[in-house]
């Protein structure tokens, strides 16, 4: 049938019915990139075609491009069929807005209670009869589920940050792939690794990278997520996340701000901190458990509040500094960010010299802002625009990048708390931006 279509197309390329159900089987025996670049062309020839937009947008959530596939969605908002609204909430929950994912899942099944998904309902929580329940945090079981995937991405997705990926590929990637080579040498594999950095410039990217390299599960918690010292559930909450690893082995388990449990902090709730402290410490020690397979990477934004007993040898001795990207890494990430968007030939060397300090995150604010501009300027002149050099430059004088602020922190830290020299990387990236 595909065939057959295509053929038909080969006669009659303008013939958007046509097109749409080559692209529509396409979508259906899950052959995303090409029933993708149908939608797009449907879209060239009759711009705002709803159902080619809605095609495009569930192309671009099968291929894990959840951004892309929000944007259309947010356009299409309340013209989309209940199937399309189901995956526009799995991308929201993808890119966390999970405020917005919970309204409008509240509102597809309140309305189509066939539609209710395990996973979703899980997530927030839906009682039997449909009422719902998002006061309260979600349950462990519930974000171990959401957690726990097998990621698609691997370093060459990662634009530049060498050194850290040289790093993890000698601590953690090579120790698996060749353990006889590291037992000759007497050395065992493991430890842990702590990422920090200002907010944005890929932590938690690298770590699911990671994941992909050796293809493995990855989990993504934040502490803050599981800390819940007044009900005392936190130790459990965190009992379940490594088991869950251990169970799902070989598993990247990746912990975000663990920060969060600085005894180092003048916090009024340290004593309740010190039993939770210690149940992490014993779980990344593999006490009471086997925790092999099971790779450790850690995060956080301010280093100097972690407890310094996670950074004793065989724990997370390793800290590798995560700094904003730079000329080069900003055009690789800006390419990534582009890649698929309707673009001119882009100067990326011009717009990278002109966003210096900037985050990925920061980089990928100003392609996403630029492209919503572009969508309101093409619904205003009814013609679809190409974003050009000129789009993104004007964007990028607009914002401020949001790593001066941790620099201002970091940098007394790294200047008056530096006694083992552990923040001289920030004291170099410092002195290469000569403040
Ligand atoms: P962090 O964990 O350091 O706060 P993230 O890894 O969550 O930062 O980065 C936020 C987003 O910014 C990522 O999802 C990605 O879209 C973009 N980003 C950051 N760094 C990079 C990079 N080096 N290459 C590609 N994209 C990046």
Known sequence: MIEALKEALAVSPDNIPLRMSLADLLLGEKQYSEAAQHFKE???????????????????????QYSAAIIIYEQLEGKLKDKDVLLYIKCLVKEKSLEKAAILYQGLIALSPSLADAELDALFRVAGNGS???????????????????????????????????????????????????????????????????????KTLIAKATAGEINSKFIAIGLHDILDMWIGNSEKNLHEVFETARDHAP???????????????????????RHTINQFLSELDGIDSNNEGVLVLAATNAPWSVDSAFRRPGRFD??????????????????????????????????????????????KALVDRTIEEKLEQSFRSGQL???????????????????????????????????????????????KRKW
């Open 42 to 64: 449907v879209l060239n020839q009759h711009y705002g075609h709803q159902q080619a937009q809605a095609g495009l947008a569930a192309c671009y959530f099968h291929l894990g």
């Open 132 to 202: 719902f329940d998002n006061d309260e945090d979600w349950d462990e079981d519930a974000s171990n589920d959401i957690f726990l995937e097998k990621p698609d991405i691997n370093f060459s997705d990662v634009g530049g940050m060498q050194k850290v990926k040289d790093e993890i590929s000698m601590k953690i990637i090579h120790p698996l792939k060749h353990p006889e080579i590291y037992k000759a040498y007497g050395k065992k594999a493991g430890g842990g690794i702590l990422l920090y950095g200002p907010p944005g410039c890929g």
């Open 251 to 273: 598993c990247v388990l990746f912990i975000d701000e663990v920060d969060a449990l600085g005894a180092s902090r003048s916090d009024l709730r340290q004593s309740a901190m």
């Open 318 to 363: 390793r800290l590798i500094f995560v700094p904003p990207p730079d000329e080069n890494g900003r055009e690789e990430i800006l390419k990534s960010q582009l890649k698929d968007k309707p673009s001119e030939a882009i100067d990326y060397k011009k717009i990278s010299a002109a966003t210096a300090e900037f985050s990925g995150a920061d980089l």
């Open 385 to 431: 625009s190409a974003i050009t050099t000129r789009d993104l430059l004007q964007m990028a004088k607009t914002m401020q990048p949001t790593t001066r602020e941790w620099f201002s922190t970091a940098r007394n830290y790294a200047l008056y708390s530096n006694e083992s020299g552990q923040y001289n990387e920030i004291l170099e990236y410092i002195k």
